[in-house]
């Protein structure tokens, strides 16, 4: 009995880390089997392909779009939907180390195991990160995905919705007989202006890199063969009989079909007279990006203290142009005892600088009072002393002046009116 238990739970881990398509699957996750809407359909056997054909996956941080395109009867590759890209996390550039919340830049493999009907986002699937090159170049991390669920550390996160079409895209394609597909994911689309943008940036010498295989897929419409040597990405390359890619290793001397070629030379000559255009205009600043591992290794040990339940700043610190850090005033949150120590920490420091700062302001305080005191004395005795001086103003004033000199002829001039003045009213009593 326990035996069979046994086997029944390894079938079913099997079927939830492998993305099984049978009917089966219905039974643990009903949203990985939703169809694919009648429009798209339609929009599908409108450009010549099957619900079934071929898929690929491109994605643009900047833009913050995914865009599936399938492959049409002819062979070449048709872009059927895209949408945006609900949260991606960390700025422009690669992922460098497990922890920098970088979502990955560069060219990614998902076969029918890294399916995950059974997400916690949800629907998910593993984009294939560490690929050759990542691992060649020491790069580390795990789990990352494209996800439902709209939150993301690393990840590509959609909504719901639009990852259960991203999933039926690639569900119908392994049942097609695709036994992979690929995605691509770029920093922003690679035209000259954006590229011209970017020309001083640190990752630049890498997204040139990228940029050969997203001009491979641009002039061909098929996701081109990725392979990695010497550290780095080639595209298109077919090596000699008998020797391989070694992705630490020298490339081996390589061939291309001479049709490729003369497309590919006849692209970058139209290419260059656009990014030399776009050198001399003006153009919107660049978003930030990741200062390269230095930074990376910030973050990361951000992510591992905050893991930890320290308590850190609530987003992760940036590294300047001058090489100094910044890191945000809001602190995150509390999950361990070193991290409530901490905390307790922070709070006694806060309470003593608001005890000090209290403390000075009272000081001030005081110090504006007894000036405010001493005004109030001075000019009260200024008042009292304009009040004692102005009774001795006012009399001053009021005292009658010396009556000026009449002249002599004016005076006798007043006599005689009066003398006359007298003799009618004489007259005037007894008639004469």
Sequence with gaps: MFAKLARTGILIASIVVAGCNDSSMKDFAPEANKPLPDKILADMRAKGMVRTSSVMARIFKEEGKLEIWKAKT??????????????????????????????????????????????????????????????????????????????????????????????AFGRDAFQGGQTEFQIQAFPFRMTAANMARYRNDPNYEFWKMLKVGYDNFEITKVPPKVDVCEKRYVFNQVAPEGTSFNPTGACPATTQPDSLKSAYGSYMSTYDAAFNGAVKASVPPPKPTIAGIKEASIVSDWSKRRARGERVPIDPPSLNTDGSVSETARMGRIDSPAGRKM??????????????????????????????????????????????????????????????????????????????????KLLGMFGG
């Design 343 to 424: 905390a307790a920490l922070d709070a006694e420091k806060a309470a003593k600088q608001k005890a000090e700062e209290q403390r000075l302001a009272a000081i001030e305080a005081a110090k504006q009072a007894k000036e405010a005191a001493k005004a109030q004395a001075l000019a009260e005795k200024e008042a009292a002393k304009a009040a004692k001086e102005a009774p001795v103003a006012t009399a001053t004033i009021a005292a009658p002046t010396e009556a000026a000199p009449v002249p002599e002829t004016q005076a006798a001039s007043a006599d005689e009116s009066r003398v006359t003045k007298l003799k009618n």
């Design 74 to 167: 002819n062979g070449r590759y048709d872009m059927v939907a895209s949408y945006d890209i609900c949260k991606w996390s960390g700025k422009l550039g690669p992922k460098y180390t497990e922890g920098d919340r970088q979502a990955p830049e560069g060219f990614y493999t998902v076969r029918p195991a890294q399916m995950n009907p059974r997400s916690n986002y949800h629907l998910s699937f593993n984009i294939g990160y560490p690929n050759a090159y990542d691992r060649a170049n020491g790069r580390t991390g795990s789990n990352l995905m494209v996800h439902g669920a709209c939150s993301s550390s690393g990840c590509y996160s959609m909504t719901d919705a639009q990852i259960e079409q991203i999933y």
